[in-house]
């Protein structure tokens, strides 16, 4: 009886550490993304002045020039609301099918869920704080700060799916920043060299 208490109890220590990786490996692609598309300094719109009208774009670009050092150096970090949860439609309709990307064909989803989202060990940035934060709880703060000069809008992240070999993943991001300010994209990513490569396609920009 002793024998088979403790085979149990190795078997149920295994299992939990097998899904403590399980969801890191799952969340993998998206920190990686956070930390290469997010989490960098020059993502910070308030280090250029409104871009010129296209009558001056011949002479001055399509980029508002960037300000002053002494003017950069005063800014507080901006601050990006990551949603901690990655969700899940009841009903997934990829935005396309791109080629090697055949496999969103199969996902065959049993209803909502979701998984959570760890940006703790994602290294900081000086000029960018990102922030862990529920939606939920997000919309009870939002009239408070999204005139702040620091407020830098909401990110969330949903239907994550991974090919069979693990090489290739599909997600979508929305944004929120305000009212009639986000928009929706796709994210076919790719790992090749030992990193992450992502395209991304605009679905719906308000």
């Known amino acids: ?5 403790c085979t149990f109890l190795i078997l149920v220590l295994l299992n939990a550490c097998n899904t403590d990786v399980s969801k890191q490996v799952e969340q993998e692609v998206i920190l ?5 598309r997010i989490a960098q300094n020059g993502n910070d719109p308030r280090l250029s002045y409104p871009p010129p009208p296209p ?39 990829p935005f396309e099918v791109e080629p090697g990307y055949e496999f969103l064909n199969d996902v065959n989803n049993t209803g909502p869920r979701q998984v959570n989202l760890d940006i703790s060990e994602i290294p900081a940035v000086t000029r960018i704080d990102l922030k862990s934060i529920d939606r939920d709880d997000f919309f009870e703060i ?9 407020y830098g809008g909401l990110i969330s992240f949903k239907n994550l799916y991974y ?16 009212g009639l300010d986000g928009s929706v994209r796709a994210v076919y990513a790719e790992f090749i060299g030992g990193e992450w490569e992502f395209k991304i396609i605009p679905i719906s920009i308000s």
Request: charge should be negative; charged fraction near 35%.
């Open 55 to 93: 009558e001056l774009w011949d002479s001055l670009g399509k980029s508002g020039r960037r300000k002053p050092d002494s003017v950069i150096a005063k800014l507080k970090p901006l601050q990006i609301y990551i949603n901690r949860t990655i969700k899940y439609d009841s009903v997934f309709e």
């Open 32 to 36: 990686d993304y956070i930390e290469a």
């Open 142 to 150: 939002y009239e408070s700060i999204r005139l702040d000069d620091e």
């Open 1 to 5: 009886m002793r024998i088979i208490e």
């Open 163 to 178: 090919s069979e070999n693990g090489n290739r993943a599909y997600f979508e991001i929305v944004v929120f920043v305000a």
